[in-house]
């Protein structure tokens, strides 16, 4: 669910993986650890939003439903920034091939069979013998996410996607797949007007 940054601060709490900066120097902050931390900013309107999105996040389609919320706040697709922040690499995101096929079938409307071709393989994930043997399979969410976005007709100029894995950097960022921790990487973004 994405909600507008003022319903947030109501006494009331609200579960929400999207925030929309509704009001001038507005921080709107969601906290990570796998996920992808997603931010949106329009450069003419100066609306921004933040999204938390892991698999599930992109299998409810969340990016779609935040574009239309832009749309109704009148951006231009042309004045859509976006930037996918530091979240867990596809060589340390493994699933089952259930889970595989189903996150393609409703993340990208893709139908793929358990026994994947080589030409699926090469679009969708990186597969090895060790993963094989454990009938795992590598999901990369930052590539679902971009082809997610560039669907919905954000040019893949606005686009700006991080390398820095969650999982693989100990030192720099907290990892549920990697340690179960609690803890997690707090990612902001602020809305602000032009003064003129």
């Known amino acids: 669910m994405v909600v507008f940054g003022s319903h947030s601060q109501e006494s009331s709490k609200t579960d929400a993986d999207g925030l929309v900066g509704n009001k001038c120097n507005q921080n709107l902050w969601v906290y990570t650890a796998d996920c992808m931390p997603i931010f949106f900013a329009d450069k003419r309107t100066r609306n921004v939003a933040a999204l938390h999105c892991g698999r599930k996040g992109l299998e409810n389609k969340i990016i779609k439903n935040l574009v239309k919320i832009f749309d109704n706040l009148g951006t231009s697709r042309d004045d859509l920034l976006v930037a996918i922040g530091p979240s867990i690499s596809v060589e340390h995101y493994l699933v089952d091939k259930m889970t595989l096929k189903e996150f393609y079938r409703t993340a990208e409307n893709k139908k793929i069979t358990v026994n994947l071709n080589k030409t699926e393989k090469d679009l969708c994930f990186n597969d090895s013998n060790h993963l ?57 973004i602020c809305s602000q007007r032009s003064l003129t």
């Not at 669907?151 to 950097?169: A, R």
């Open 132 to 188: 094989k043997e454990q009938n795992l399979n590598q999901l990369d969410l930052k590539r679902s996410a971009f082809r997610q976005l560039l669907n919905e007709n954000i040019p893949n100029s606005n686009i700006d996607i991080s390398n820095l894995c969650t999982y693989k950097l100990e030192n720099e960022f907290n990892s549920w797949r990697r340690s179960k921790t609690i803890s997690r990487q707090w990612n902001f």
